[in-house]
């Protein structure tokens, strides 16, 4: 398809870009019981992709491969599949929570045209979103205030805080979703993969609070270690987690039918999926209330 790159402004043959990376998508059909994809908004259809648009040419989405695999390997792999909580990282790192963003910023713009926010609420995006590109095409050395922060997660065994929804941990562990979040006071573009989530401020009142989950520039180390989320973070996180419970407690009859048929013919492969495990969690921690 020819058109004018997203990123670099080239005008020429552009290809298909995935705005989640492709290998996460691959990964959830793997681990999941019935080897497909399924979006929340549309729980009745069964997917075998994730989105994807033509946003970006041949150079770019090359651009973006490198940081793509170098995270796959080096973090994304090894943290989900072989239990691994550390690991060092160079500035592909930086740059691949930077093309997330980015990519995630320009697709919800893309998707939500109607402005019904202040003008300085829009002046800020367009200014995130040119410093972002900036960056990645190397034509500005440091993210500035656009910080970008990365959160591993991992199960929930135990909590003292009320109101999780009982599929917390299948939304932390499980989960893809992209959105542009904030209050009064701050601002972030947030992209959700599974077991991790990738924070770029806009707009943050006091940085300093973030430090354990910035990513540095250059080189450092991702490991466990007490992560500060913003004021209001976790609210939001709870109401997503139970607007994709609501959204799949709408799954027609017809379908739940045959996911059942499948777990009857197919048992090994459901006790032995990453999905399972992450219903597991959600198990010990609420019982029978996960079945609701």
Same mark, same amino acid.
């Given at each position: 398809?020819?058109?004018?790159?997203?990123?670099?402004?080239?005008?020429?043959?552009?290809?298909?870009?995935?705005?989640?990376?492709? *290998?996460?998508?691959?990964? @959830? $059909?793997? #681990?999941?019981?019935? %080897?497909?994809?399924?979006?929340? /908004?549309?729980?009745?259809? +069964?997917?075998?992709?994730?989105?994807?648009?033509?946003?970006?040419?041949?150079?770019?989405?090359?651009?973006?491969?490198?940081?793509?695999?170098?995270?796959?390997?080096?973090?994304?792999?090894?943290?989900?599949?072989?239990?691994?909580?550390?690991?060092?990282?160079?500035?592909?790192?930086?740059?691949?929570?930077?093309?997330?963003?980015?990519?995630?910023?320009?697709?919800?713009?893309?998707?939500?045209?109607?402005?019904?926010?202040?003008?300085?609420?829009?002046?800020?995006?367009?200014?995130?979103?040119?410093?972002?590109?900036?960056?990645?095409?190397?034509?500005?050395?440091?993210?500035?205030?656009?910080?970008?922060?990365? *959160?591993?997660?991992?199960? @929930? $065994?135990? #909590?003292?805080?009320? %109101?999780?929804?009982?599929?917390? /941990?299948?939304?932390?562990? +499980?989960?893809?979703?992209?959105?542009?979040?904030?209050?009064?006071?701050?601002?972030?573009?947030?992209?959700?993969?599974?077991?991790?989530?990738?924070?770029?401020?806009?707009?943050?009142?006091?940085?300093?609070?973030?430090?354990?989950?910035?990513?540095?520039?250059?080189?450092?180390?991702?490991?466990?270690?007490?992560?500060?989320?913003?004021?209001?973070?976790?609210?939001?996180?709870?109401?997503?987690?139970?607007?994709?419970?609501?959204?799949?407690?709408?799954?027609?009859?017809?379908?739940?039918?045959?996911?059942?048929?499948?777990?009857?013919?197919?048992?090994?492969?459901?006790?032995?999926?990453?999905?399972?495990?992450? *219903?597991?969690?959600?198990?010990?921690?609420?019982?029978?209330?996960?079945?609701?």
């Amino acid at each position: 398809m020819q058109g004018i790159c997203k990123l670099c402004g080239y005008e020429g043959p552009l290809e298909e870009s995935h705005f989640i990376p492709k *290998f996460v998508g691959k990964w @959830i $059909k793997k #681990t999941s019981i019935t %080897g497909y994809l399924r979006e929340s /908004n549309e729980v009745h259809k +069964r997917a075998q992709d994730i989105a994807k648009e033509y946003w970006l040419c041949g150079e770019c989405e090359d651009k973006f491969s490198v940081w793509e695999t170098k995270f796959a390997n080096e973090v994304f792999h090894p943290f989900l599949n072989k239990d691994k909580s550390t690991a060092n990282y160079e500035q592909w790192l930086s740059k691949f929570c930077a093309s997330l963003s980015w990519r995630t910023l320009t697709y919800i713009r893309s998707k939500n045209t109607h402005h019904d926010k202040p003008q300085e609420y829009y002046d800020a995006l367009d200014k995130a979103e040119r410093h972002l590109a900036n960056y990645l095409l190397d034509k500005v050395d440091n993210l500035n205030e656009y910080e970008q922060h990365l *959160f591993p997660l991992d199960g @929930i $065994k135990s #909590t003292t805080a009320d %109101g999780l929804p009982p599929n917390i /941990n299948r939304y932390l562990l +499980r989960t893809m979703a992209m959105d542009i979040v904030g209050n009064d006071s701050n601002h972030f573009i947030f992209t959700k993969l599974p077991s991790f989530i990738v924070l770029g401020i806009i707009h943050v009142k006091e940085p300093e609070k973030l430090r354990s989950s910035r990513i540095a520039l250059r080189a450092g180390k991702i490991c466990p270690r007490n992560y500060y989320w913003p004021d209001g973070f976790i609210n939001y996180i709870v109401e997503k987690a139970k607007a994709v419970s609501d959204a799949y407690d709408r799954i027609p009859k017809k379908h739940l039918d045959k996911i059942d048929e499948f777990l009857m013919n197919n048992p090994e492969k459901a006790v032995n999926s990453k999905l399972f495990e992450a *219903f597991l969690h959600d198990y010990e921690m609420f019982g029978d209330d996960v079945f609701r």
